[in-house]
C-alpha cells in the first residue's frame, strides 16, 4: 500500500527515500517565505533542510505564505501533509528523492493574517519568489509603478494593503512603532539586483504613503541581492505518478529538478540569519557579477533555444538540445556574442560554466518544456537578451546571433510553428506582441514603434538593420535554414523588410 506523505513517513521514509534525521517538533519559525512554488521547495527549502540535518540553526524554520489562489491550492495541499515536500533530484544516472521538513507552517491566504504573521519578532528574513513580473516596475521608467491600480488599491485602504509590498510595509511601520527590529527582504526571484528591485518596490510604496516612511526603510531595512538558481519544471500528473509508483509516496505536491543548485548572496542580515555558508551558499561582497553571469549565459541560453525550439517541433528542452542546429546555434551565441559581455570573476571559467549548462540542458530526466521556457517573452528578453545587445553594440562587438534570437521570439509570436501547428502565447502582452510580429513578417504597412519593450534599441540603427536582415531570412528560408546559416558564418546581406522595426 503506499505511503502518504506526513510526518511517520518523514520519521520513517519508504526504501529509497531520504529524509534528516531532525526532530521538526523542535523547529521554531525565523524566515516567512511568500511565494511558495516549486522552486522555492527545490532551493531555498533545501538549503534549510540540510541545515536543520546538522542540528543547526533550528530557530530559523520557514512559514510559508501566499496572496492568490494557487497558493490556497498549494496550502491546502501541503496542509494536509504536514507542509512536507518530497523533492525528486532528476539525475540522468539516478533519480534521488528526499522529504523535505524545512516548513513548518503556512499562513491563512489572507493578507490580515499574513500582516499579522510578519509582525511576529521571531520572523527576521522575509524571502519572495513572485515572479520577475510581481515588482510592479513602471516599464518606461524602470522605476516603481505607483499609478498600477493594485498599488493605487492599497494606498487608498494602507490599513487593508492586499499587494505583497502594501503588506511588507504595513508589517514594517507596526514593527516599528512596536520597538520591534525590521526583518530583512531577501528576494530569490531570478532578476537582475533582485535585491535593489525588492527595495525599489517597498521604499516605493512606502513613498507613496509618507516620505518620513520611506526614509526610515530605506535607512534600516536590509535588502540582500542574491543569484539563485535550479532548474525546476512544474508538476503535473506525470510528476506525481513518478513519486507514488517510483518512491511509494503520496504527494499531492512533489517537486522534481535537476541534481544542482547554486545560491550566492549578499551578507546583509541585521537582524540574524541561518550559518547557510555550511550548507553550501555562496556570500560574497557583490552579487553582481555571478548575477549578470548566470542572466546572460544561462538564461539568456535557455531563451536562445526555446524559441527555434518551439518554431521547429520540439516540446522538451533536452530534444531541442539534441537538434543539431540548435546546439550549434546555442554554442556559437554563447562563445560568440554572449560571454564576451560578462566581466570576469576571478576563479570562474565562463567556458566551463557554460559547458555546464549546455550539460543541464541536456539533461532528459527533468522534462523540462520548450513552452515553459517560451513564457512571458516580454518580460524576459528585457533582462536576458536586449542588454546582452546593447553592450555588444557600446563596445563594437556583432549581434548576428542575439538579433537573430529577436527575430526569432519575434517570429514565435505569430502563435504558429514551422508545420502551421498552434503556439500558445502566454504573455501579458500577448495580444501587442502578436500584432508585432504580424507587422513584421506579415510586411504590413503599419510597423509597430515599440520603445516601451526596447529601450534605446527601437531607434538603434544598427540593431534595426541586423534584425530585419534576420527577419528577412526567416521569411526566405525557414528557421533551419536560417540556423544553418548562422552556424556556417553567414550573416545575411538581403535587403530589409521594410515592415522589420521593432
Not at 112 to 135: D, F, K, Q
Not at 408 to 424: K, T, V
Request: aromatic share 8%; with cysteine.
Amino acid at each position: 500500500m503506499t505511503n502518504k506523505l506526513d510526518n511517520k513517513a518523514f520519521a520513517a521514509p519508504p526504501s529509497g527515500v531520504r529524509s534528516a534525521e531532525y526532530d521538526r517538533s523542535k523547529l521554531s519559525a525565523g524566515i516567512l517565505h511568500i511565494g511558495v512554488g516549486n522552486f522555492h521547495r527545490a532551493h531555498q527549502a533545501i538549503y534549510m533542510d540540510r541545515l536543520f540535518a546538522m542540528n543547526e540553526a533550528s530557530d530559523w524554520a520557514i512559514v510559508g505564505a501566499g496572496l492568490k489562489s494557487n497558493d490556497h491550492v498549494m496550502r491546502e495541499r501541503l496542509k494536509d501533509q504536514d507542509w512536507l515536500t518530497t523533492v525528486v533530484e532528476l539525475d540522468p544516472t539516478g533519480l534521488n528523492a528526499r522529504i523535505s521538513g524545512a516548513m513548518i507552517d503556512f499562513v491563512d491566504v489572507d493578507p490580515a493574517a499574513l500582516v499579522s504573521r510578519v509582525c511576529a519578532p521571531e520572523i527576521r528574513i522575509v524571502s519572495l519568489t513572485i515572479t520577475e513580473g510581481g515588482y510592479f516596475v513602471d516599464p518606461n521608467t524602470g522605476g516603481f509603478d505607483a499609478g498600477h491600480p493594485d498599488i493605487l488599491s492599497d494606498l487608498a485602504n494602507p490599513d487593508q494593503p492586499q499587494t505583497v509590498f502594501g503588506i511588507l510595509v504595513s508589517a514594517l511601520l507596526r514593527r516599528k512603532k512596536s520597538g520591534v527590529a525590521p526583518f530583512a527582504v531577501m528576494s530569490c526571484d531570478n532578476l537582475p539586483e533582485n535585491g535593489h528591485m525588492a527595495k525599489q518596490a517597498v521604499v516605493g510604496y512606502a513613498r507613496a504613503l509618507s516620505e518620513s516612511a520611506a526614509r526610515w526603510i530605506s535607512e534600516n531595512v536590509a535588502f540582500p541581492n542574491g543569484m539563485v538558481d535550479c532548474i525546476t519544471p512544474a508538476t503535473g500528473d506525470r510528476e506525481r505518478a513518478l513519486v507514488c509508483e517510483r518512491f511509494d509516496l503520496r504527494d499531492a505536491a512533489p517537486v522534481v529538478c535537476e541534481p544542482f543548485r547554486q545560491w550566492v548572496l549578499e551578507d546583509n542580515f541585521p537582524s540574524g540569519r541561518p550559518p547557510l555558508e555550511k550548507v553550501g551558499v555562496e556570500f560574497v561582497d557583490d552579487v553582481a557579477p555571478y548575477e549578470l553571469m548566470k542572466l546572460r549565459i544561462l538564461n539568456g541560453g535557455h531563451a536562445a533555444i526555446a524559441y527555434p525550439g518551439a518554431l521547429l517541433g520540439h516540446h522538451f528542452v533536452h530534444q531541442a538540445m539534441a537538434d543539431p542546429l540548435i546546439r550549434t546555434y546555442l554554442s556559437k551565441l554563447e562563445t560568440q556574442e554572449i560571454l564576451p559581455t560578462v566581466p570576469e570573476i576571478p576563479g570562474v571559467d565562463f567556458r566551463d560554466y557554460l559547458k555546464q549548462v549546455m550539460e543541464r540542458f541536456s539533461n532528459p530526466a527533468v522534462g523540462d518544456t520548450i513552452p515553459r521556457l517560451c513564457l512571458d517573452g516580454s518580460n524576459r528578453q528585457p533582462k536576458f537578451i536586449l542588454p546582452a545587445i546593447q553592450d555588444r553594440l557600446d563596445n563594437g562587438g556583432t549581434i548576428t546571433g542575439l538579433s537573430l534570437e529577436t527575430a526569432l521570439w519575434c517570429r514565435y509570436c505569430l502563435g504558429y510553428d514551422e508545420a502551421g501547428n498552434e503556439l500558445l502565447l502566454e504573455d501579458e502582452n500577448a495580444t501587442q506582441l502578436k500584432s508585432w510580429a504580424q507587422s513584421v513578417f506579415k510586411t504590413s504597412n503599419a510597423p509597430i514603434e515599440w520603445p516601451e519593450q526596447f529601450g534605446s534599441l527601437s531607434s538603434n540603427q544598427e540593431f534595426l538593420s541586423a534584425f530585419a536582415d534576420a527577419t528577412h531570412e526567416i521569411v526566405s528560408n525557414g528557421v533551419a535554414a536560417t540556423l544553418t546559416s548562422f552556424a556556417q558564418g553567414h550573416n545575411g546581406s538581403a535587403p530589409a523588410l521594410e515592415s522589420a522595426k521593432v
